[in-house]
């Protein structure tokens, strides 16, 4: 992959004003529009870096986040030692804040396959790269006997012969909710195994989701799906990742898009996570 960057400033000027140029600077906000150009298997793509499309989920203990697994809510509160407490309401300097949650929780999340292994393998160190061509596609669950199940047939019929590193799925129905849904208890959709051996056949690397796990929510701890994707039982897809707890807005399109995989730098199997889809523009 070969990238080129052009940035372009773009000032408005009105025909009424009586500004000069530098007070007209020094007053509008300037507009950036940073265009990419991006040359993968001697095609070029451009996409704008300037509106990037934000798919994650983020902890706000001001209202009501996302949660999973039974656990408590997540907690930010200040540092507090005797007689100083680390927030400036409260006198302090700065703001110093703990934050106390779960990655697989309370966040958009993404894990490699140390998720499932003995060993704790880092997600951090197996993700190298993190700019991947991807395609949305957006999958109604079916019933299949007490469980909503996205099907091999279903992830076959949106990909068709398409050929992509990353698949960011849509479940529906698509509501805002998702993004302070409490899932614990609830039974949720999830990937059938064989949808997932599709996937990692089709050579796709990296699976973002808008659920809680791609698997069922309590399995006995069978995991086929994860187990699947990583291929476990094989030659191990280390470099692999599944981001779960994404929301994509009804208003991103189906279609291809390329994809900034940003994760935060912990050593461990998970770590919070912020997927960044880019329209190409041609």
């Excluded at 906000?29 to 940073?34: A, D, L, S, T, Y």
């Excluded at 106390?100 to 958009?108: S, V």
């Excluded at 912990?266 to 997927?275: G, V």
Aim: hydrophobic letters at 40%; one cysteine or more; a neutral charge.
């Amino acid at each position: 992959m070969v990238w080129q960057v052009n940035s372009l400033l773009l000032r408005l000027f009105k025909n009424s004003t009586k500004k000069t140029i530098f007070e007209d600077v020094l007053s509008e906000k300037p507009q950036f529009i940073m265009i990419a150009t991006i040359v993968m298997s001697s095609k070029k793509y451009q996409i704008d870096l300037s509106k990037p499309l934000d798919i994650s989920i983020p902890i706000d203990v001001s209202k009501q986040s996302v949660n999973a697994w039974y656990l408590e809510d997540p907690k930010i509160t200040p540092v507090s030692n005797k007689d100083w407490v680390g927030s400036v309401a409260q006198g302090a300097d700065v703001n110093f804040n703990n934050i106390f949650f779960n990655p697989h929780a309370h966040i958009t999340h993404t894990e490699c396959v140390g998720h499932i292994t003995e060993k704790v393998h880092s997600v951090h160190k197996n993700l190298q790269q993190f700019f991947f061509k991807a395609e949305v596609i957006t999958i109604a669950p079916e019933l299949i006997g007490d469980d909503f199940v996205i099907s091999k047939k279903q992830v076959q019929f949106s990909l068709w012969n398409k050929k992509r590193e990353a698949v960011v799925l849509r479940t529906l129905p698509n509501l805002a909710d998702k993004k302070s849904m409490q899932y614990s208890h609830s039974n949720p959709p999830y990937l059938e195994e064989a949808a997932a051996v599709y996937l990692r056949e089709k050579g796709v690397e990296h699976l973002l989701i808008d659920l809680p796990s791609v698997d069922k929510e309590k399995d006995g701890g069978a995991l086929l799906a994860h187990h699947a994707f990583w291929n476990t039982a094989g030659k191990t897809r280390m470099h692999a990742t599944i981001t779960e707890f994404i929301y994509v807005p009804n208003t991103i399109k189906d279609g291809t898009y390329f994809l900034n995989l940003m994760i935060a730098p912990f050593e461990n199997d998970a770590t919070p996570s912020t997927p960044i889809l880019y329209e190409i523009i041609s």
